[in-house]
């Protein structure tokens, strides 16, 4: 089953200290590309929470914050650094003897530099909490999992009747094709005819004339490819891994075939067709853009 590289997964638990949130966002990338945004507190679970990502997404941009809310993990703690203040302490008392200034060094004196009293996150190291937040984050995942398979469901349902517009004008295309040659050769008969009403026509000329046109508007080799190609695609539908990029490729190639078909068939009707072709591919390169 294809699978959609758009997505969105939500989940929330609460342990002891409070509750945590995970929210995963996925959108369209060339590449894998994972975001991970995590409280200080939890800073050495980016690698492993990423590694679990590439478990489930083979594309995309995947972007991952948990927030904690509540309790005693969201606080805040200060801290003294005894030595720098006895550094500063000694600093002013030499600098008050230097220069014989007056006045006391005292504790308030000392709390004005920022760095000797700083703010910091409360460590927090609760085992609870990690089983917690990895909870959380896999029940987000599962979530990310099932909408992106959904919208796979729907493009596949999108492509597969492309793709049967795609084949139906093949078909058209392959209807109009031996005409083309037996208009062409009407056609060239008839200027015959009227440069040399009294002349008796070279047959043959006239036939190798009729196959030289055959041989150089003959699209059956492309017709052919065409097919196989669309075959491709469609196998793929069903495919267990990811096959944006094959379709992708597919794409490509398909519209190669598409553009010889209509230079080499020189007719206005298979051209139409060709038009057709080409707007219908594009709205499925388009559709497969979101394809992981």
Known sequence: MMTSMTGYGRSEGAWPGGSVTAELRS???????????LPR?????????????????????????????????????????????????????????????????????????RDIISVSDRPVDDKQLIRKAKQVVEQALSALDQMRRREGAVLTK????????????????????PHVVQEYFSRLKGRVDKLAASADLDQGRLAQELALYAERCDITEEVTRLG???????????????????????????????NTIGSKANDAEIATHVVKLKGELEKIREQVQNIE
């Open 27 to 37: 959108v369209n990338h060339r590449f894998c590309e994972i975001v991970v945004r």
């Open 41 to 113: 507190v939890m800073s050495s679970l980016e690698d492993e929470f990423k590694r679990t990502i590439q478990q489930h997404c083979a594309r995309g941009r995947i972007e991952l914050s948990v927030s904690l809310s509540g309790g005693k993990e969201t606080g805040k703690q200060l801290s003294l650094d005894h030595a720098l203040a006895r550094q500063y302490h000694s600093l002013l008392r030499d600098l008050k003897k230097k220069l014989r200034l007056s006045g006391s060094i005292d504790v308030a004196m000392l709390t004005g530099y």
């Open 158 to 177: 999108d492509l597969s009747m492309r793709v049967h517009t795609v084949r139906t004008e093949i078909a058209a295309i392959e209807q109009r094709a």
């Open 228 to 258: 196989s190609h669309l075959g491709q695609f469609e196998t793929s539908f069903t495919s267990k891994e990811p096959v944006g990029r094959t379709l992708d490729f597919l794409l490509q190639e398909c519209g190669r075939e598409v």
